[in-house]
């Protein structure tokens, strides 16, 4: 059964910083990795979807990179801002190619 | 381009009644897949339509059952509400490249069910 597990809980940084946020995954029998965003009470809006023969995927300001053998994807945020305050989920779609297993996210704080 | 859109935004039930929540995927996709998502947790699955056939269902009892229309909209519905099944519920569209292993998934807004 695949397990996804995201660190930090919950993270809070000032303004400006680079930050990391980490995801792990127990099955590496992965058909893709995606990270998601989500504000408090809303849908989930997909930043970065990372298909298995890739190592990385970046749109702006974020990076992310895939490594199915070790069963680990991080996520890099560069020059944070108060406005990308949200929970970060990562979730993995298995072989079968239809659910997603999600995390429990990342709850970030951008400070100004 | 529409995304995807559902419908009701809110709802109230008490134990034992019936719900009936409803999805429009995103223009040009084929396959829908309902999640539930309680307080604090991530996401989980609770079954997927690909051309108004269920492919895939996760660990939920039978009184969760759907349906997808010709137009690739959806139904989720629950009978016998219980009190833990109060939950932001989130639909899921997507176009699956057979050929490779793209296949994202773009959310909806959710409804938000709460069961007194």
């Known amino acids: 059964k695949q397990e996804v597990t995201q660190i930090p809980a919950a993270l809070s940084v000032p303004e400006g910083e680079n930050l990391v946020l980490n995801c792990s995954f127990t099955?590496?029998?992965?058909?893709?990795l995606q990270w998601f965003r989500q504000d408090p009470g809303k849908g989930l809006t997909s930043l970065l979807l990372?298909?298995?023969?890739?190592r990385e995927q970046t749109s702006g300001r974020l990076n992310a990179s895939l490594d199915k053998s070790s069963g680990r994807s991080t996520l890099y945020i560069a020059a944070s801002q108060p406005g990308d305050s949200a929970t970060y989920l990562c979730?993995?779609?298995?072989?079968?190619?239809?659910?997603?297993?999600f995390g429990t996210g990342t709850q970030l704080k951008v400070e100004l | 381009e529409t995304g995807v859109t559902q419908s009701p935004t809110h709802l109230i039930k008490t134990r034992g009644q019936q719900v009936t929540l409803r999805c429009s995927s995103q223009?040009?996709?084929?396959?829908v897949s309902w999640y539930q998502q309680a307080l604090g947790q991530g996401p989980q699955f609770i079954f997927q339509?690909?051309?108004?056939?269920?492919?895939g269902r996760g660990n939920f009892p039978p009184r969760f059952s759907g349906l997808q229309f010709p137009n690739y909209s959806s139904e989720l519905n629950v009978n016998a509400l219980e009190l833990d099944d109060s939950a932001l519920y989130l639909c899921?569209?997507?176009?699956?490249?057979?050929?490779?292993?793209?296949?994202?998934?773009?959310f909806g807004p959710g409804t938000r069910l709460t069961v007194l």
């Open positions: 099955d590496s029998a992965i058909y893709n």
């Open positions: 979730a993995v779609e298995g072989g079968g190619g239809n659910k997603l297993t």
């Open positions: 223009s040009g996709h084929n396959t």
């Open positions: 339509y690909y051309r108004e056939e269920e492919n």
């Open positions: 899921a569209s997507s176009l699956p490249n057979r050929k490779s292993s793209y296949n994202e998934q773009f």
């Open positions: 990372i298909q298995s023969s890739q």
